[in-house]
Antibody, heavy 118, light 108 residues
Framework: LQLQESGPGLVKPSETLSLTCTVSGGSISSTTHYWGWIRQPPGKGLEWIGTIYYSGTTYYNPSLESRVTISVDTSTSQFSLKLSSVTAADTAVYYC???????????WGQGALVTVSS | EIVLTQSPGTLSLSPGEGATLSCRASQSVSGSYLAWHQQKPGQAPRLLIYGATSRATGIPDRFSGSGSGTDFTLTISRLEPEDFAVYYCQQYGSLPYTFGQGTKLEIK
């Protein structure tokens, strides 16, 4: 299984950050897997953003819930992250990852650095 | 939200020595759903331990996890040069999933 993040590396303050994760080598429609986004500001720790099931059911971190939307497109084996009203504090490496039911995140993408700056 | 506190922040050891990393939770971790991830510079995290004690596929047996409730430990026996990295604990039993702040294992 491979996951690959893609999207703009630079976003202006107050705009919306958009990233896509493409899943290959496995089925995004698996009934035992969940798909998530985690971020890591430069030099800092990891923060879970949210997770989605192939059916579209979502789970968000309450600290970001008002600004986050995660969606899935099973026809293209992709899931996406939108984070609105970004500020410099949202500058981070954004990872997509797979979680198997009952397991933690066990397969990660390589990460995508997104910088929020004018 | 379950807050995970890792100690020490930095651990300086030599290859061949053993390492003990601690992760303490602010409340009991449901089902011992506690994981350890290893992260090297410029790389994504890699899952080492899940369910507090089970090694992930391909992880050498010098890595072992223990603990339950609120206190968990990652033990690395006989450090190899490739083991020097940052280690994060993560709980996945309760939403929101949370990570510890990390322990940096550096070469002495």
């Amino acid at each position: 299984l491979q996951l690959q993040e893609s999207g703009p590396g630079l976003v202006k303050p107050s705009e919306t950050l958009s990233l896509t994760c493409t899943v290959s080598g496995g089925s995004i429609s698996s009934t035992t897997h969940y798909w998530g986004w985690i971020r890591q500001p430069p030099g800092k720790g990891l923060e879970w953003i949210g997770t989605i099931y192939y059916s579209g059911t979502t789970y968000y971190n309450p600290s970001l819930e008002s600004r986050v939307t995660i969606s899935v497109d099973t026809s293209t084996s992709q899931f996406s992250l939108k984070l609105s009203s970004v500020t410099a504090a949202d500058t981070a490496v954004y990872y997509c990852a797979r979680r198997t039911s009952g397991w933690p995140f066990d397969c990660w993408g390589q990460g995508a650095l997104v910088t929020v700056s004018s | 939200e379950i807050v995970l506190t890792q100690s020490p922040g930095t651990l300086s050891l030599s290859p061949g020595e053993g390492a003990t990393l601690s992760c303490r939770a602010s409340q009991s971790v449901s089902g011992s759903y506690l994981a350890w991830h290893q992260q090297k510079p410029g790389q994504a995290p890699r899952l080492l331990i899940y369910g507090a004690t089970s090694r992930a596929t391909g992880i050498p047996d010098r890595f072992s996890g223990s603990g339950s409730g609120t206190d968990f430990t990652l033990t690395i026996s006989r450090l190899e040069p490739e083991d020097f990295a940052v280690y994060y604990c993560q709980q996945y039993g309760s939403l929101p999933y949370t990570f510890g702040q990390g322990t940096k294992l550096e070469i002495k």
